[in-house]
């Protein structure tokens, strides 16, 4: 079995209690595998760089100049990155002990994009489990893309079409570095947070990498800790609508999609006013805006 090299990627933002509470988890599942630990953080206003200093002096720590994001945050990571392999972890995501020797020697397939297992939801503690996170189905509905997070894994179907499965890549993950760049990595279209992992998983699988669930790499994840924390329950909700719009826009695929979206979405701006659903307007304005300016900025 060939040596594996990885390079852990925190994005940080006023994390300080919860890079205490979960670094040693991850120095732990590294042990005996060559690693680099990189937090990138993203102006935070607490001690959180203090402490890394303090305490993890071998942890290396880039700092933005003002506040980017999820998606513009992990991928400075990528760029600073030296290992060959990437895990893109929450800070506040706890690692059981044989995370990574479960989860690398998948990338054995020089075809394999990323990995990732079981995200075990839980709420103050380990003993109170909400859910637990596997694999997503892909289905259209009412004009928009959407997934099923409650489906029985099933990787043989990760092929990027509807109907099919695929693994969200958010929360925690390992991928290969040099896939990751040849895709651009997260699209920051969807800053600062929510849908950049389904669309990375389905770009992978439509480039066609492969993407693999193994049942054994499980981590914990302490819900409503990070963004929740910092942001209105309205600005995630904005954020959430806006780009499901994008999202769906992005990956509708032919011209019968097409036409069930476009009347969906006409007949909604028509009628939810009656509902005072104001939220919609501005989503649906602010998603138009940003694929403008995202046009024209590759452009």
């Known amino acids: 079995m060939q040596p594996f090299s990885v390079s852990v990627i925190l994005p940080n933002y006023n994390g300080r209690h919860l890079l205490e509470k979960n670094i040693p988890s991850i120095i732990n599942a590294l042990h005996g595998i060559d690693h680099e630990i990189i937090v990138v953080d993203d102006c935070s206003s607490d001690d959180s760089v203090l402490f890394l200093k303090n305490s993890y002096p071998e942890v290396t720590v880039v700092q933005n100049e003002r506040n980017l994001g999820f998606s513009a945050t992990c991928n400075l990571g990528v760029t600073k990155a030296t290992r060959p392999l990437l895990c893109i972890a929450n800070t506040d995501v706890t690692f059981t002990p044989t995370y990574f020797h479960t989860t690398l020697p998948h990338f054995q397939n020089s075809n394999l994009f990323a990995a990732k297992g079981p995200i075990i939801n839980y709420n103050n503690d380990f003993n109170n489990i909400i859910n637990t996170e596997k694999t997503s189905l ?136 009656c509902i005072l659903d104001w939220k919609y307007y501005i989503a649906f304005t602010s998603a138009l805006v940003r694929a403008h300016h995202f046009k024209v900025r590759k452009a």
């Not at 049942?215 to 780009?243: D, G, Q, Y």
């Open 138 to 273: 892909l289905y259209y509905h009412h004009g928009f893309l959407r997934f099923n997070q409650r489906v029985t894994p099933a990787p043989d179907t990760f092929n990027g079409r509807i109907g099919g499965q695929f693994v969200l890549l958010g929360c925690c993950f390992v991928c290969d570095r040099a896939k990751m760049l040849q895709l651009g990595g997260f699209d920051e279209i969807f800053s600062p947070f929510y849908w950049e992992d389904a669309d990375l998983a389905l770009r992978a699988l439509r480039r066609g990498y492969q993407l693999a669930f193994e049942p054994e790499c499980r981590v914990f994840h302490a819900t409503s800790s990070t963004i929740a924390t910092f942001r209105s329950k309205t600005r995630r909700r904005l954020v959430s609508i806006r780009n499901k719009f994008l999202f769906s826009w992005r990956h509708l695929h032919g011209a019968e999609q097409w036409a069930i979206h476009t009347s969906f979405v006409l007949l909604s701006l028509l009628t939810r006013w």
